[in-house]
């Protein structure tokens, strides 16, 4: 893609509004549906206007084909999708090291499972800020029992949370469905090529240094823009190595290497995404950010604001919505579906599709 003109999707609607609107030739669907934008930022290099949707003029029509395109599904379940969130750390910032253990760990991914998680992600290192380095032993050695009972105990698509190709083969080799890399494919020399070899879907996200380093690199000229054209350098990186595009999913990042206004602002403008024209996987489970927006200082009190931050991201269409609380995240994902499609049908996100309006 030319990374150098996107379109910033503005003036979202949804529901019977977004049908009568695309009808009317005053919006174009996003993604397929269910929602609609009815402006459009067009972004050059160094340049921008806002325009009706209805007026993105025939020279920008590439990438108005892109943004309109349904996003492929990266050989999972389509639809909206919750992802329950399974740290068998001792260190996690917000469970504190509850599934630390594979008896525990097990238990709670399996009440996932019954609580409607469509897939299960799995780590073994933390990586909130500051957080200390893993060896890749001790990493698998955490995450295998837990990887191979809940392998027997259920049918669901496990993940795997890892930076290490070490861990990452592992875990194919015993079933993993999906890797999800904070580093981007990056953190491990030899990561690209296991990925490759294996061809499953893979979660690349933004990120900028390390877990140690990336709070001094928070600094951008537009947040919004700047994420995607770095995960663009990214996934242009990985189908280089053998990666099929259509398999890879797409993380913003929020959290990583940007602060709280930054989060804030890539949040609001997350319809940018679509550009990429990649799957989504969003994050934002009981993170920094919403405690200082909400003044809540307990990381495991933020759920509400974890429901708040997630649901954005059902206009993209098919996102993944990555969790600790999978039962809260099932039900508002029923409920804005319920308001917002036009069979008003509510359907479970586990086995949703899209609807154009």
Same mark, same amino acid.
């Given at each position: 893609m030319d990374a150098f003109?996107?379109?910033?999707?503005?003036?979202?609607?949804?529901?019977?509004?977004?049908?009568a609107a695309v009808t009317a030739g005053f919006a174009h669907w996003l993604v397929g549906g269910p929602a609609a934008f009815t402006l459009a930022r067009l972004i050059g290099d160094g340049t921008s206007r806002l325009v009706p949707a209805s007026d993105i003029p025939s020279d920008w029509l590439p990438e108005l084909a892109r943004m309109t395109a349904p996003l492929p599904s990266a050989d999972l379940p389509d639809g909206p999708q919750v992802m329950g969130i399974l740290n068998v750390t001792p260190d996690s910032f917000s469970d504190g090291g509850r599934h630390f253990g594979p008896e525990a760990a097990m238990r709670a991914g399996i009440a996932m499972v019954t609580a409607g998680a469509g897939l299960l992600d799995i780590g073994g290192e933390s990586t909130r800020p500051g957080s200390a380095v893993v060896t890749p032993d001790e990493e698998w050695a955490r995450i295998a029992p837990v990887f191979a009972e809940l392998r027997i *105990? /259920?049918?669901?698509? %496990?993940? #795997?949370?890892?930076?290490? &190709?070490?861990?990452?083969?592992?875990? +194919?080799?015993?079933?993993?469905?999906?890797?999800?890399?904070?580093?981007?494919?990056?953190?491990?020399?030899y990561a690209l090529a296991v990925v490759a070899d294996a061809a499953?879907?893979?979660v690349l996200m933004h990120m900028r240094g390390t877990p *140690? /380093?990336?709070?001094? %690199?928070? #600094?951008?000229?537009?947040? &919004?823009?700047?994420?995607?054209?770095? +995960?663009?350098?990214?996934?242009?990186?990985?189908?280089?190595?053998?990666?099929?595009?259509?398999?890879?999913?797409?993380?913003?990042?929020?959290?990583?290497?940007?602060?709280?206004?930054?989060?804030?602002?890539?949040?609001?403008?997350?319809?940018?995404?679509?550009? %990429?024209?990649?799957?989504?996987l969003l994050g934002t489970s009981r993170k920094r950010m919403l405690g200082d927006l909400a003044h809540v200082p307990v990381a495991s009190e933020r759920d509400p604001g974890t429901l708040v931050s997630s649901l954005p991201g059902l206009a993209l269409g098919n996102p993944i919505l990555r969790v600790h609380n999978?039962?809260?995240?099932?039900?508002?994902?029923?409920?804005?579906?319920?308001?917002?499609?036009?069979?008003?049908?509510?359907?479970?996100?586990?086995?949703?599709?899209?609807?154009?309006?």
């Open positions: 003109r996107l379109i910033e999707p503005m003036g979202l609607v949804f529901g019977q509004a977004a049908q *105990q /259920t049918d669901v698509a %496990l993940s #795997v949370d890892t930076r290490n &190709a070490r861990t990452m083969a592992s875990s +194919l080799g015993m079933g993993a469905t999906l890797i999800n890399d904070v580093s981007a494919l990056m953190h491990d020399p499953c879907p893979v *140690q /380093t990336m709070g001094r %690199l928070a #600094v951008y000229d537009d947040v &919004a823009v700047d994420v995607v054209r770095e +995960l663009s350098a990214r996934i242009d990186e990985a189908v280089a190595a053998g990666i099929a595009r259509d398999r890879i999913i797409i993380d913003p990042g929020i959290g990583f290497a940007k602060n709280g206004p930054q989060n804030a602002e890539l949040l609001a403008r997350l319809p940018i995404l679509a550009n %990429l024209g990649c799957r989504v999978v039962a809260s995240m099932i039900q508002a994902v029923r409920v804005w579906q319920g308001l917002w499609t036009c069979d008003k049908a509510g359907a479970d996100p586990a086995t949703a599709t899209r609807t154009q309006g």
